[in-house]
């Protein structure tokens, strides 16, 4: 039963027509052909499908399609046209945060949603906003210490 | 998921005519973080009508009354969680909030989702329940209320019908001066269902003497319980070790009375003499 959904994308606008009740995860995967997002466990416990609805991390696979009709969204393929996202990006990698790679995009989007509500974040605040966002190859010190460094090279 | 119809009502009076119209059961869709999780076990909504409330104007807003504060059914866990009105007047609430999920959960996990569900280890009941926390709802589009307690019938249920709407949720707005406390045990710090919480209220007079005290448990009992005998041990008197170990002994003695002896007992019980007793000695020196 697809209806016509309408949102903003990575800056850009969207109408489609999607089931309301598919998880907007497998909108954005199957319908939008976008895979950057990763299902993990699906019941979001793991943050891996995280994405950026209004301004706030959400797990997408605890998202009705219908709820992002009119809604402003960012996923990992629109982090490299923003400031805060392509540091992030380039701070993961050259802070070898990045292992296996499953994790990596939600914790950039989990990431990204804090810099952008809080530009100078502590360590333990960053430790708080990727409390939901599980590495099992558990590389969280390069992960912690990769935003630490983009929060300084945005500041300078 | 499988489902019959899907609807996304722009206002709560249109919401109210279209459940009048619905046949057959319905399902109120607000962030969906525990629905979405119950689709993937079964098709136990393959025939109900979904009715997208996310957002709806008229659930939003968090505003302070003259002696409660009003929370808007829709209104999100993180946004209880940074309300200055919540944090200044209900610390509790903000506190229980803080504990829920994951960050992205509280993002998007509605208040009146988290009491809907009923979950007996829901994070925000046992401060929901210390604040005198009344439900409003629309039945038949008639408004109605309930206090907390009376709503919760038992583990994942209310007494609502799948076409009641909850509008909002009304707190008492504490006193200044009022100390809070809110404790989570859970086998993590995040994402972490808990085993247990206590949330507690506590007001002294200028001489000492406890003027406003409420404390319970939660994730303990199948549904909120509040304890009036309880909280009469400190009313109207001064803190002391030996009513503080009265008080622990007390609410500790209602576990198996009210939950049943379980195999979780011998190690709730002494859990929650320990720490009822630590966190009022913490509370009543502290200051």
């Given at each position: 039963m697809k209806q016509t959904l309408s949102f903003t994308l990575n800056h850009k606008p969207y109408t489609i027509e999607a089931d309301p009740c598919d998880r907007f995860l497998d909108v954005l995967r199957n319908d939008l052909s976008l895979r950057g997002t990763k299902e993990g466990c699906g019941v979001g416990e793991c943050g891996a499908c995280t994405i950026v609805i209004n301004s706030n991390a959400v797990t997408s696979c605890l998202v009705l399609a219908g709820q992002a009709d009119g809604a402003d969204i960012m996923t990992v393929e629109g982090l490299s046209e923003t400031e805060i996202g392509s540091v992030l990006q380039r701070c993961f990698i050259e802070n070898g945060a990045v292992q296996c790679g499953f994790c990596t995009p939600g914790m950039l989007m989990s990431a990204y949603a804090l810099l952008q509500h809080n530009p100078n974040p502590t360590r333990e605040e960053i430790k708080e906003a990727i409390a939901g966002n599980l590495c099992r190859c558990t590389g969280y010190v390069p992960i912690v210490n990769s935003i630490e460094a983009a929060v300084k090279s945005l500041q300078s | 998921m499988k489902y019959k119809a899907y609807y996304r009502p722009q206002s709560v009076p249109e919401t109210v005519e279209l459940l009048a119209s619905l046949e057959g059961p319905v399902v109120l869709f607000a962030g969906g973080t525990d629905i979405l999780i119950y689709a993937r076990e079964d098709d136990r909504y393959a025939d109900s009508s979904i009715v997208n409330i996310f957002g709806l104007p008229e659930l939003q807003g968090i505003t302070l009354l003259d002696d409660e504060i009003r929370i808007g059914a829709g209104v999100t866990h993180t946004e209880i969680e940074q309300s200055p009105i919540i944090q200044k007047y209900a610390k509790v609430l903000a506190d229980a909030c803080r504990t829920i999920g994951s960050l992205q959960i509280r993002d998007h996990a509605t208040i009146a989702g988290n009491i809907c569900n009923a979950s007996p280890a829901a994070d925000s009941l046992a401060a929901l329940a210390i604040l005198d926390a009344k439900i409003e709802y629309l039945h038949e589009g008639k408004p109605c209320e309930l206090p907390l307690v009376d709503l919760i019938a038992k583990p994942y249920k209310?007494?609502?019908?799948?076409?009641d709407l909850v509008t909002c949720i009304r707190i008492r707005r504490l006193p200044e001066g009022t100390q809070t406390v809110f404790y989570k045990l859970g086998r993590r710090k995040a994402l972490a269902i808990s085993r247990m919480t206590i949330a507690l209220l506590a007001h002294r007079a200028a001489d000492g003497t406890v003027d406003d005290f409420n404390i319970t448990v939660g994730a303990t009992f199948p549904k909120p319980y509040t304890f009036p005998e309880i909280n009469g041990i400190l009313l109207g008197k001064k803190p002391d070790p030996a009513r503080i170990a009265e008080i622990a002994q007390a609410i500790s003695a209602k576990i198996p009375e009210i939950a049943g002896i379980r195999k979780s007992t011998t190690f709730k019980q002494p859990v929650c003499r320990n720490m009822t007793a630590r966190l009022l000695n913490e509370l009543f020196t502290e200051a």
């Open positions: - | 209310t007494v609502l019908t799948d076409r």
